[in-house]
T-cell receptor
Framework: GAVVSQHPSWVICKSGTSVKIECRSLDFQATTMFWYRQFPKQSLMLMATSNEGSKATYEQGVEKDKFLINHASLTLSTLTVTSAHPEDSSFYIC????????????FGPGTRLTVT | AQSVTQLGSHVSVSEGALVLLRCNYSSSVPPYLFWYVQYPNQGLQLLLKYTTGATLVKGINGFEAEFKKSETSFHLTKPSAHMSDAAEYFCAVSVFYTGGFKTIFGAGTRLFVKA
């Protein structure tokens, strides 16, 4: 149980275009979803937290107009990188928390974004 | 603010030797602590977690960690390293915010295992 999927697993896009990444909780309802980014050989940095039906809360230093997060249902959250640039190339990992635990998050497999 | 500090960005051990990866936390309240492993170009895999109760926590793949409140530590150990243990290891803590808890990660420690 508690499986989180991401789609796509990797994506290449051209500079200036937008790309959408999906995060789904497959067997539970995710009341809260989290988005992290990970640069090569670095740790995971929390970008934002979203509750279903509410606006996302962004961490300090994260551009909310650039990284659009939508959590429209209890099983789906999307991250859209708008006007992507090469410096946005990174590994994006989502995680989800259900109603069963206040603190435990389940992580997706990640999406590798390369902006050319 | 709650956080975790991993001592040593790289650790190298010989196959069969003890693995010790260090993690210290800062928290004013009892923390929820985790260890994750990440293999190259893959997502995270939960090794073990500490919430409440027994301070010695056993996880998958022969790993265990001991929560020591007096030392604010949660070090990860494995008695005998295997080549397949070579990976990146992250210590993490659940931090309370107005919406609940969110997981914050340490900088990570890369484990090398020599034949």
């Amino acid at each position: 149980g508690a499986v989180v999927s991401q789609h796509p697993s990797w994506v290449i896009c051209k500079s200036g275009t937008s790309v959408k990444i999906e995060c789904r909780s497959l067997d539970f309802q995710a009341t809260t979803m989290f988005w992290y980014r990970q640069f090569p050989k670095q740790s995971l940095m929390l970008m934002a937290t979203s509750n279903e039906g509410s606006k996302a809360t962004y961490e300090q230093g994260v551009e909310k107009d650039k990284f659009l997060i939508n959590h429209a249902s209890l099983t789906l959250s999307t991250l859209t990188v708008t006007s992507a640039h090469p410096e946005d190339s990174s590994f994006y990992i989502c995680s989800a928390r259900g109603t069963g635990s206040a603190y435990e998050q389940y992580f997706g497999p990640g999406t590798r974004l390369t902006v050319t | 603010a709650q956080s975790v500090t991993q001592l040593g960005s790289h650790v190298s051990v010989s196959e069969g030797a003890l693995v010790l990866l260090r993690c210290n936390y800062s928290s004013s309240v009892p923390p929820y602590l985790f260890w994750y492993v990440q293999y190259p170009n893959q997502g995270l895999q939960l090794l073990l977690k500490y919430t409440t109760g027994a301070t010695l926590v056993k996880g998958i793949n022969g790993f265990e960690a001991e929560f020591k409140k007096s030392e604010t530590s949660f070090h990860l150990t494995k008695p005998s390293a295997h080549m397949s243990d070579a990976a990146e290891y992250f210590c993490a803590v659940s931090v309370f915010y107005t919406g609940g808890f969110k997981t914050i990660f340490g900088a990570g420690t890369r484990l090398f295992v020599k034949a």
